[in-house]
Structure formats: C-alpha cells, structure tokens
C-alpha cells in the first residue's frame, strides 16, 4: 500500500488530483450504492453499488479536472511572479 502511495505522490499535480478525487468518490459511490441496495432488495445489492459508484467515479474524475487545474494555474502563475 505504501508503494501504491508514494507512486501516487511523485505524480504531478494535475493526475495526482485526478486520481484521488475519482477514487475517492468511487468508494464513497460503491458504499452508498451497497448500503441502499441491501436496504431495497439484498440479491442486486452488487447491482446497486456498481449503479451509483461508477457515476460517482466520473463525477470525481470531473471535479478533479477541475481541481487540478486550478491548482495547475496557480502553480505556474506563482512561477511565473518569481521570475
């Protein structure tokens, strides 16, 4: 698991946020999709976490687009300020 976070944190700023927003959501997405489908209906629960995770994936790839961009933007601006 270290290894996985330490290739994570050598990435740049741009993907760095891109993956972490996506996979955070994605998980927050498929334990939500889990709990509502063994409250509706135990047999498709499965069905249900992948319905609402993988949505909540390409919802934190967006705002980790977003976000990393930003974050993008101020860093060269600031780059720029010191030359």
């Known amino acids: 698991m270290r290894r996985a976070w330490r ?8 993907p760095r946020c891109v993956l972490i927003f996506s996979g955070g959501f994605f998980v927050a ?16 629960a499965w ?8 949505p909540a994936l390409i919802v934190g790839a967006l705002i980790g687009l977003v976000v990393g961009g930003a974050a993008e933007l101020v860093s060269i601006r600031k ?3 010191h030359r």
Do not use: H
């Open 79 to 81: 780059a720029d300020r």
């Open 7 to 14: 290739s994570i944190a050598r990435l740049p700023v741009f």
């Open 47 to 54: 069905f249900a976490a992948a319905e609402i995770g993988i």
């Open 29 to 44: 997405g498929l334990v939500v999709g889990l709990v509502v489908g063994l409250t509706a209906y135990p047999p498709t």
